[in-house]
T-cell receptor, first 113, second 114 residues
Framework: DQQVKQNSPSLSVQEGRISILNCDYT??????FLWYKKYPAEGPTFLIS?????DKNEDGRFTVFLNKSAKHLSLHIVPSQPGDSAVYFC????????????FGAGTRLFVKA | EPEVTQTPSHQVTQMGQEVILRCVPI?????FYWYRQILGQKVEFLVS????????KSEIFDDQFSVERPDGSNFTLKIRSTKLEDSAMYFC????????????FGSGTRLTVV
């Protein structure tokens, strides 16, 4: 049951450059999409979200793009910093009573100094 | 910044034993969740809890699992008879109900069943 897919297990980027993390989804019932960041020995931390009625949301160095027709979203980090090195989870939430969130498998980002 | 607190950070138990994982969610949040992450795998939804009852649960959350909010502050996950395959990180999360803002997760409890 892979409703949210992150096909790249890892990504390596030079400090100062752009990091682009990708995500695909299959469930048309998802109406909110989120990105979480996770450091070792910690729980996931919410980063940024986007509603399905938008195609872009920006917060500082982080921008999320949503392409509904392709069922694809991406997270851009510009400029990338060594402290951004972490696992990034794409997540999606359908409008259901419990508002559960379904997570992708994660992409490990390495930002090299 | 308000936090979600989970105890213990690590629990080792024998197969067949009962375990209770504890969480203190953020006080003004309305929705509470348990997720788990088996080593190397994805973060999986177990159960959501709202208004003192389960609102949704996954196939993983079978009769061996239960949740409670006994005193208005603690939120617990009980596994009645643990199996080896229950070994995982268990994360508690709470959410204030704003869909543009994600959950706040605790740091997790690492459960090891031997």
């Amino acid at each position: 049951d892979q409703q949210v897919k992150q096909n790249s297990p890892s990504l390596s980027v030079q400090e100062g450059r752009i990091s682009i993390l990708n995500c695909d989804y299959t469930n048309s019932m998802f109406d909110y999409f989120l990105w979480y960041k996770k450091y070792p020995a910690e729980g996931p931390t919410f980063l940024i979200s986007i509603s399905s009625i938008k195609d872009k949301n920006e917060d500082g160095r982080f921008t999320v793009f949503l392409n509904k027709s392709a069922k694809h979203l991406s997270l851009h980090i510009v400029p990338s910093q060594p402290g951004d090195s972490a696992v990034y989870f794409c997540a999606a939430s359908p409008y259901t009573g419990g508002f559960k969130t379904i997570f992708g498998a994660g992409t490990r980002l390495f930002v090299k100094a | 910044e308000p936090e979600v607190t989970q105890t213990p950070s690590h629990q080792v138990t024998q197969m067949g034993q009962e375990v209770i994982l504890r969480c203190v969610p953020i006080s003004n949040h309305l929705y509470f969740y348990w997720y788990r992450q088996i080593l190397g795998q994805k973060v999986e939804f177990l159960v959501s809890f709202y208004n003192n009852e389960i609102s949704e649960k996954s196939e993983i959350f079978d009769d061996q699992f239960s949740v409670e909010r006994p005193d208005g502050s603690n939120f617990t996950l009980k596994i009645r008879s643990t199996k080896l395959e229950d070994s995982a990180m268990y994360f508690c999360a709470s959410w204030r109900g704003d869909r543009l803002y994600g959950y706040t997760f605790g740091s997790g409890t690492r459960l090891t069943v031997v």
